[in-house]
């Protein structure tokens, strides 16, 4: 293994100086992450027409399946924007309630702090 750099075989590629082993590796490493910003302003893009899925696929160096399927992605989810969040009123109510509870521990507790002042005995963590 005299060369430097990748050695291309068909059933496995190596690096002389590294640790990558074999073509999986090599193609997860160069694996690129997107924001969220980017994904839409090229969706937006396709959507309006302004680039058709080949330029911008060409132009941003990425696949067209994945602009495609960012795209469906995309319209699918379209709609949870405009839903309305029906967890939001279950999470109020049990918000209320846990209010409701710490109030009422509060209040034992309190009462509890007093009883033990008013027989003789005191807490050995009072606050």
């Known amino acids: ?3 430097q750099g990748f050695v291309m ?3 496995n590629w190596t690096q002389t100086l590294g640790v990558v082993k074999s073509r999986k590796e090599v193609l997860m490493t160069k ?3 997107f924001t969220p910003e980017f994904k ?3 969706i937006l893009e396709l959507i309006s027409g302004e680039k058709g899925l080949m330029q911008a696929s060409r132009e941003y ?3 067209d399946t994945v602009l495609s399927r960012w795209k469906q992605e995309f319209l699918e989810r379209a709609t949870q924007l ?3 969040p029906q967890n ?6 049990r918000i209320a309630e846990l209010e409701r509870m710490v109030g009422r521990l509060t209040m034992q507790l309190d009462m509890a702090k007093k009883v033990l002042r008013y027989s ?6 009072s606050e």
């Open 120 to 125: 003789g005995s005191t807490p050995k963590n």
């Open 82 to 84: 405009f839903e309305l």
């Open 40 to 42: 839409v302003r090229v």
């Open 31 to 33: 694996r690129r992450i």
């Open 9 to 11: 075989d068909p059933k």
């Open 1 to 3: 293994m005299g060369h």
């Open 88 to 93: 939001d009123h279950h999470d109020q109510e």
């Open 61 to 63: 160096g990425i696949k």
